[in-house]
């Protein structure tokens, strides 16, 4: 079988440090894992020109959301041998689901492997706004040395409140990390939890718009779906509180990107601290890079050396399973037999 692994470049990073398995070099460890089985790996760092020469042979695709190959229905057409498509990390849709379920493709994802990762990470993007943390740490690396400015910004986490959107596996470890500063948390989800779950996590449901006004800091934590994109649009990003701070590790594209500018530019919005751009990597000239009071990060949260090696981990046991004929791990698919099956994305796809 042909395996086609789209991975970002590592450099020299990658070839002195063998466990940055999520770069190409070391193309999460399949050159060793696949020795002597028999199959022919192709690894890329290029998701366009270098990608389309391959897709009319390939078998099993593998991508990666910090450098996504948009796997789009022209380029599934061009792929009539694609039967398995693989992300190593969590967050499939830079793959069209639906595309991929007409052609009875299988898309499977490393489901959990780096959910701490990124909760832990949106916690620190929520301090790192609250504290006024950059513009301090600006101020070190420039020799100045200006108190009140730095802190005319900064506030306590405590006896914030702090809304949830998508409380999911990281929006639920978000929760656990957040509850001991002492927040008022509230969550929104199209899925409610039970009483019990709300009563462990010590969080209160709200619908949308209901919680938008009523938070100081929002932390999004939903799969980009049809339904979830551009959901924080202009409307909902000028009815959160004024000063109030957005954090968004989810996806790029769930946050309107000019009107975000625009409410950190008038004020609206006191920062903005995200992971997640569209597209990816982010041009040079992305308005995120230079909007004001933000916090931004190239797609790093979910691909620590821990996560790494847990999203490699999993991609192999999908490989062996496959090779086998046996099913993949039930929580890691999103699109089986020819639909959406993921509870995430299926009610997005549901037609
Ligand atoms: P999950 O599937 O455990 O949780 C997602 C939650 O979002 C579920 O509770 C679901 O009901 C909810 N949801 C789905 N559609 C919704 C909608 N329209 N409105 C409200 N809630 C909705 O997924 P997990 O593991 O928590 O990951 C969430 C997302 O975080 C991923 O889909 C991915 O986009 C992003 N992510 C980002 C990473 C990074 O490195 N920055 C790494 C891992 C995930």
Not at 95 to 117: K, P, Q, R
Not at 160 to 172: A, D, N, W
Not at 266 to 283: E, H, I, N, T
Request: glycine residues 8%; positive net charge; contains cysteine.
């Amino acid at each position: 079988m042909k395996i086609v692994v789209v991975l970002y470049p590592g450099g020299k990073a990658a070839t002195s440090n063998p466990k940055l398995l999520g770069a190409a070099e070391n193309a999460l460890g399949l050159p060793a894992f696949l020795k002597g089985k028999g199959h022919k790996l192709v690894v890329l760092t290029d998701k366009e020109a270098k990608l389309d020469k391959h897709l009319p042979d390939t078998d099993v695709l593998v991508t990666t959301p910090f450098w996504p190959a948009y796997v789009t229905k022209e380029r599934i057409a061009q792929a009539p041998n694609l039967k398995l498509v693989l992300t190593a990390g969590v967050g499939s849709d830079h793959i069209d689901l639906a595309a991929a379920a007409a052609h009875n493709i299988t898309v499977a994802e490393i489901t959990g492997c780096n959910v701490v990762s990124v909760a832990e990470h949106a916690v620190m993007q929520i301090l790192a706004l609250c504290r006024n943390f950059i513009p301090s740490y600006k101020q070190v690396l420039e020799g100045r040395w200006d108190i009140a400015e730095a802190v005319s910004r900064a506030h306590d986490l405590e006896g914030k409140t702090v809304g949830i959107v998508g409380m999911g596996r990281i929006g639920q470890r978000s929760a656990i990390r957040l509850r001991p500063f002492d927040v008022n948390l509230l969550y929104y989800d199209f899925r409610r939890l039970t009483t019990v779950e709300e009563e462990v996590l010590g969080v209160r449901y709200h619908l949308l718009d209901d919680l938008i006004p009523r938070c100081d800091a929002i932390t999004i934590h939903c799969p980009l779906t049809p339904e979830t994109d551009g959901l924080f649009n202009r409307d909902r990003l000028f009815a959160m509180k004024r000063g109030s701070w957005l954090v968004n590790t989810a996806r790029g594209r769930i946050v309107d990107t000019l009107a975000l500018v625009e409410a950190l530019k008038k004020g609206r919005l006191g920062g903005y601290a995200g992971d997640v751009w569209y597209p990816q990597p982010a041009p040079p000239d992305h308005p995120w890079r230079t909007m004001p009071n933000h916090a931004m990060t190239p797609h790093v949260s979910g691909t620590t050396l821990e996560a790494q090696k847990r999203y490699a981990d999993g991609i192999q046991d999908c490989l062996a399973r496959f090779f086998a004929g046996k099913p993949l791990e039930r929580d890691y698919l999103i699109v089986d037999g020819g639909k959406v099956v993921s509870p995430s994305y299926s009610y997005a796809f549901k037609g």
